[in-house]
């Protein structure tokens, strides 16, 4: 069973252009959510993360919007760049107490911009 | 500073034969987790080595083991191999436990196995 479910699978957007990846998940323990950059033949990087405290994070063109009540959060990325088509992954984990909380994965979305 | 290592970077393997992976984590790192990503998926956790023990173990059969060595480096093992092995196992390292270690979570770039 997939315990992050992310959609959309692809998505082209034009330069310049806003891009919206969303997830969503079932477990309430979860307490830590990351999104994550994959580019061809490299490992996830961490992009930005949220923990549930709050509605919304941002980094630069990079912001997170969480849902509590909806168990839903959602990726933006504004001004959309060539640069960033890539493999982005939400993710979740339940990381509390003592131990180092694995992460669970969406499928993953591949985002192209087109110049 | 490196980050995450991992060793080989290509391997190619028959069924029924036996690989071992290889990692090193970033410097300063204590725990290293191993994850599975097959083509078009999202990483699959595998299990999560600290102190040399195995601490946490994702969906996977005994078929999959591991090591951690006192320099923190760590190995998978993946024994009887079969066609559905075929994947891009990751190596993930981190430092210590607890609530804030996921937000140092590093991945190195992953070793592409391929089961003919």
């Known amino acids: 069973q997939q315990q992050v479910k992310q959609s959309p699978q692809s998505l082209i957007v034009q330069k310049g252009g806003i891009s919206i990846i969303n997830c969503a998940y079932e477990?309430?323990?979860?307490?830590?959510f990351p999104w994550y950059q994959q580019f061809p033949g490299k490992g996830p990087a961490l992009l930005i993360a949220?923990?549930?405290?709050?509605s919304e994070k941002k980094e630069g063109r990079f912001t997170i919007s969480f849902n509590k009540s909806a168990k839903q959060f959602s990726l933006h990325i504004m001004d959309s760049q060539p640069g960033d088509s890539a493999t982005y992954f939400c993710a979740a984990s339940d990381d509390r107490g003592s131990t180092l909380g694995r992460l669970y994965f969406g499928r993953g979305t591949q985002l192209t911009v087109w110049p | 500073d490196a980050g995450v290592t991992q060793s080989p970077t290509h391997l190619i393997k028959t069924r029924g034969q036996q690989v071992t992976l290889r990692c090193s984590p970033k410097?300063?790192?204590?725990?290293v987790s191993w994850y599975q990503q097959a083509l078009g998926q999202g990483p699959q956790f595998i299990f999560q080595?600290?102190?040399?023990?195995?601490?946490q173990r994702g969906n996977f059969p005994d078929r999959f083991s591991g090591h951690q060595f006192p320099n923190y480096s760590s190995e998978l093992n993946v024994n009887a191999l079969l066609l559905g092995d075929s994947a891009l196992y990751l190596c993930?390292?981190?430092?210590?436990?607890?609530?804030?270690?996921?937000?140092?979570?590093?991945f190195g770039s992953g070793t592409q196995l391929s089961v003919l």
């Open positions: 410097s300063g790192h204590d725990t």
């Open positions: 080595y600290y102190e040399e023990e195995e601490r």
């Open positions: 993930a390292s981190s430092l210590g436990q607890g609530a804030s270690g996921n937000e140092k979570l590093f």
């Open positions: 477990n309430t323990a979860f307490d830590y």
């Open positions: 949220i923990r549930p405290d709050v």
